[in-house]
């Protein structure tokens, strides 16, 4: 089934699958200390970025994907979120879309976004304006081939624009419910450019596309399953994603590997 390692070229769907590709990115990737401990980036290619996590010695505790680009978009970070079942190299951070002026809670709208490498920029003085890159996992995807398309595939009386972003990781679950918000959203947006590209490392197959919403432009990857027919130029996505994001500007400080590493089960 399609997840968020599939996303990008990662055949991961098991306990041993994740840790095989723990072990590469291990191998291969660059080492960050921070307060938390630290990380590893293995940029394995075509964007596809895996992200281990350290527990400040040779023990390796955690893994998520990113996809990595050029594509930015201005945001205005107002905190951080905490999620009572993560560690402290887990989190995400609130932010605005496009801000208005120098109001940091203001913008087109406030969504979450997770990152990969948190532990980096939990420190960071709040609020502020920063330059985000932020990467679209499909959960669910439609492909559209135009605007007009797009409308007809909507039944309903209220219908989406073609460039919408709806924040739905912020929207508790019921009445009364307390909990932290998820790095989730429904977007529609139109597409910039878009290609199959191949993780270089397994060589299995991606769709990738630079799409322009309500907000600004991000990528969006899906399992190839999610859009067989491929995300043609010029048309319009509509779907349910998970968001992870990095704040480009924060450069980490590169450490020596370590000798050897102990990873932890995630069971």
């Known amino acids: 089934m399609p ?16 840790r095989h590709y723990a072990e590469l990115a291990l191998e291969y990737g660059a080492r960050f200390d921070t307060p938390g401990g630290g990380y590893v980036r293995w940029r394995a290619g075509e964007g596809a970025e895996l992200w281990v996590q350290l527990d400040g010695g040779t ?12 594509v930015r978009r201005r945001v205005a970070v107002t905190r951080v979120v905490r999620r009572p079942d993560e560690s402290a ?16 809670e203001s913008g087109d709208y406030p969504f979450v976004f997770d990152l990969p490498d948190f532990d980096r920029v939990a420190a960071l003085a709040l609020p502020a304006t920063a330059e985000l890159q932020l990467a679209a996992f499909a959960h669910q995807l439609e492909v559209h081939a135009s605007d007009e398309a ?26 009364g419910a307390v909990e932290p918000p998820r790095a989730e959203a429904i977007f529609a947006g139109h597409v910039r450019e878009s290609a199959l590209r191949t993780n270089p490392v397994s060589g299995l197959t991606f769709q990738w596309a630079r799409v322009h ?53 995630r069971a």
Do not use: C
Request: glycine share 10%.
């Open 3 to 18: 997840n968020h390692f599939t996303s990008i070229g990662f055949p991961i769907h098991d306990e041993s699958s994740y």
């Open 59 to 70: 023990r390796a505790v955690g893994m998520a994907p990113h996809f990595a680009s050029r």
């Open 89 to 104: 190299l887990e989190g995400a951070l609130h932010a605005w879309a496009n801000p208005a002026g120098d109001d940091p």
């Open 150 to 175: 797009f409308d007809r595939s909507q039944a309903s009386e209220m219908k989406f624009a073609p460039e919408s972003f709806i924040p739905s990781g912020l929207f508790t679950p019921g009445e």
């Open 213 to 265: 919403t309500l907000g600004g432009e991000l990528d969006l990857v899906a399992d190839p399953e999610l859009a067989p027919a491929g995300i043609p130029v010029g048309g319009v996505v509509h779907g349910s994603f998970w968001l992870s994001g990095r704040l480009p500007d924060v450069t980490p400080v590169e450490r020596p590997k370590r000798a050897a590493w102990q990873w932890v089960s």
